[in-house]
């Protein structure tokens, strides 16, 4: 069992939808982090929550929306989305400020806009 | 801005051969964190092995080796008696030592490594 569990696995959805992805981990950590895995394409980074606060927002689009309710939690909300969103999400956590740490990841949601 | 670059898109290797990746960095930092990490067909990335930029000595784990060249800004990995189990997508990232969020990755395209029986 891993110890960051992201819900669903797959999500199809159409352009007009509105959906959520959802990302809980169980290792204690205080720092939570979205990824974007786009083939062909390296890792992009796109939210970081350090102790329930968004402290990053690499210039990602409004129609994605993140949402850290508390330490263990964090999900991003979909809406209106571009085929070119179609990619794999990945969610990671860790501890922060310890620096001799690693970050967990968990094993994504393969999203498809149609 | 950092950069990590991979140049081998994909790689195959003999059971029980011994096989490297390569990865360049681009940074003005001069202290950093460097990693590889694996993603099996499972998707969930594991982390391979760390190396802290201030450390001469290359990182070590089991079959699973670097060599670490700093002013080359070079970050090879070494996998030695290759089993099937390693089979992945292999990739190379780079991380700012600034005391803040460990997740901030900088991550490569990857290489894609067959492991042949």
């Known amino acids: 069992e891993t110890g960051v569990t992201q819900t669903p696995r797959h999500l199809v959805m159409g352009m007009t939808n509105k959906k959520s992805l959802k990302c809980e981990q169980h290792?204690?950590?205080?720092?939570m982090y979205w990824y974007k895995q786009s083939a062909k394409k390296p890792l992009e980074l796109m939210f970081v929550y350090s102790l329930e606060e968004r402290v990053e927002n690499n210039s990602v689009p409004s129609r994605f929306s993140p949402e850290c309710p508390n330490s263990s939690h964090l999900f991003l909300h979909l809406h209106t989305l571009q085929p070119e969103d179609s990619a794999l999400y990945l969610c990671?956590?860790?501890?922060?400020?310890?620096?001799?740490?690693?970050?967990?990841f968990g094993q994504g949601t393969r999203l498809t806009v149609v | 801005a950092q950069t990590v670059t991979q140049s081998q898109p994909e790689m195959s290797v003999q059971e029980a051969e011994t096989v490297t990746l390569s990865c360049t960095y681009d940074?003005?930092?001069?202290?950093?964190?460097l990693f590889w990490y694996k993603q099996p067909p499972s998707r969930q990335m594991i982390l391979v092995i760390r190396q802290e930029a201030y450390k001469q000595q290359n990182a070590t784990e089991n079959r699973f080796s670097v060599n670490f060249q700093k002013a080359a800004k070079s970050f090879s990995l070494k996998i030695s008696d290759s089993q099937l189990g390693d089979t992945a997508m292999y990739f190379c990232a780079f991380m700012k030592h600034e005391g803040g969020s460990q997740g901030n990755l900088i991550f490569g395209k990857g290489t894609k490594l067959s492991v042949k029986p």
């Open positions: 290792l204690g950590h205080n720092a």
């Open positions: 940074t003005s930092e001069n202290n950093y964190y």
């Open positions: 990671a956590s860790s501890q922060f400020p310890v620096v001799n740490t690693e970050a967990f």
